[in-house]
């Protein structure tokens, strides 16, 4: 099967490298197009046998599609692969921004959406997979087995995908940015603490507290129970923070879901 990827950019790039170094695929049966060339050489100075191509001349070759362009970006490139599409063929796209149903009108493929995260670059973390009407049960089998050499992959409905994108794939830029600003607050409030050992201490604890989590079956709720003892400084701060965080990520998941709506209201394909 000879599988392409149109665009390797920042999430294309690392879909293709951690494909490869699961070796869930065989460089020589794998295509790259990128609008940048030099992205490609560097892939394929990594990934001997790789072949570097046009839009176009990927289309006319490959079985298996993975279209990691953003959504703005997707109407030329189709355009340009039109002539070689065909009904045998499994279009992904990466996109959230286009409904399956929209790829489909627009293409003889049968079309599926794929949602990688960053953790896919160490082989971990949730792949989110949506599937369109004329997807098989073969072909959902196939993504399914190839995503889970890099991840744990998940089907779920259009409809479920805008949060669910918000708990995986933006999660990891969530979290990190958590800790880097309870790092900065504590160095604030304490200046003889190393901004170093700051975030130092936050990122080891907060790795030591999801081992915590998997080995021991311990729900957030009852590792809270645990820690903040009523009366004391971490009840204090969970109360604090219950007072403003849920309000925040109100507003996250409404503004991120009313942005994505616009967005795909003003796409043509």
Known sequence: ????????????????????????????????????????????????????????????????????????????????????LYPGQLLVTTASVIPLKMLEERVPCRVAKLIPSVTQEIRAGITLLMCGSRVTRDDRTLLEELLGRISHPIVITESQARPAISLTSGAPALIAYLMQSMAEEALRSNPELSSEMALSMIQETAAATLRLMEETKMTPQELVGRVAVPGGMTALSIEILSRHVPQAWQVIFKETAEREAKDRAMLTL
């Open 1 to 84: 099967m000879k599988t392409g990827f149109v665009g390797v950019g920042s999430m294309g790039g690392m879909l293709v490298r951690a494909l490869l170094r699961a070796e869930a695929l065989d460089p020589k049966d794998v295509w790259v197009a990128n609008r940048s060339p030099q992205r490609g050489e560097v892939l394929a100075a990594e990934f001997p046998g790789i072949r570097l191509t046009t839009n176009r001349e990927l289309a006319g070759h490959c079985d298996l599609i993975f279209l990691c362009v953003r959504g703005s970006d997707v109407p030329t490139v189709l355009a340009q692969m039109d002539p070689e």
